[in-house]
């Protein structure tokens, strides 16, 4: 499976920004989509994740602010940003499972919100 990101950027505080996430090369079925970040000097965490089924869930610092949607016959992934703050500064990454237990990464889009 290779994942393409983009939408990335550079946007003032209280701005918005749209990532989105696609996923082709392989049959395999995907089952769960996330997208975690990086900032500089700290762990990747999870930012949201997004099932099969529909099951949502997000970080505590992103609830309220962001959205995350999928399109399951597409096999893409997007993520709303909203209210940015200079905390949510890091390089994204769109993450999957299949259903075969397997995982993948994308290569990461910067995020960067101007205080």
């Known amino acids: 499976v290779q994942l393409q990101a983009s939408g990335g950027g550079l946007v003032q505080a209280g701005g918005s920004l749209t990532l989105s996430c696609a996923a082709s090369?392989?049959?395999?079925?995907?089952?769960?989509m996330d997208w975690y970040r990086q900032a500089p000097g700290k762990e990747r965490e999870l930012v949201a994740i997004?099932?099969?089924?529909?099951?949502?869930n997000y970080a505590d610092s992103v609830k309220g602010r962001f959205t995350i949607s999928r399109d399951n016959a597409k096999n893409t992934m997007s993520l709303q940003m909203n209210s940015l703050e200079a905390e949510d500064t890091a390089v994204y990454y769109c993450?999957?499972?299949?259903?075969?237990?397997?995982?993948?990464w994308g290569q990461g889009t910067q995020v960067t919100v101007s205080s």
């Open positions: 090369g392989s049959s395999d079925k995907i089952d769960t």
């Open positions: 997004i099932s099969a089924g529909g099951y949502i």
């Open positions: 993450h999957v499972y299949t259903n075969w237990g397997t995982h993948y």
